[in-house]
């Protein structure tokens, strides 16, 4: 089964930088796509980034290109997030979907996702 556990978030001013992990155990996850994901107060929740573990194939939303930089080592997923602005406060999932057996996977959406974190909250102060 597979276990995912967030960490990093916090309490960071506009301009600032946090970088987000996600632990993840129970296989190997080389066969997996990866996806952040965060939703805001009483907002939808809203894809982030994404990245197919055995390619190192990158996906993000618009609204955080060239701020936020997804990348894995070992059974870790990162997200480094720069330029931090208040809209950017939300708390943040960690996701992932088992890609073998030619499973499909469209990493914006969050219901192709197999597995979730329990969130980590992140707090960007103007």
């Known amino acids: 089964q597979v276990q995912l556990v967030e960490s990093g978030g916090g309490l960071v001013q506009a301009g600032g930088s946090l970088r987000l992990s996600c632990a993840a155990s129970?296989?190997?996850?080389?066969?997996?796509?990866m996806g952040w994901f965060r939703r805001a107060p009483g907002k939808a929740r809203d894809f982030v980034a994404a990245?197919?573990?055995?390619?190192?194939t990158t996906y993000y939303a618009d609204s955080v290109k060239g701020r936020f930089t997804i990348s894995r080592d070992k059974n870790t997923v990162y997200l480094e997030m720069n330029s931090l602005k208040p809209e950017d406060t939300a708390v943040y999932y960690c996701?992932?979907?088992?890609?073998?057996?030619?499973?499909?996977?469209?990493?914006?959406?969050?219901?192709?996702?197999?597995?979730w974190g329990q969130g980590t909250q992140v707090t960007v102060s103007s």
């Open positions: 990245i197919r573990w055995s390619s190192g």
């Open positions: 996701a992932a979907r088992d890609l073998s057996g030619g499973n499909s996977w469209y990493p914006g959406v969050d219901y192709t996702y197999d597995a």
């Open positions: 129970g296989r190997t996850f080389s066969s997996y796509g």
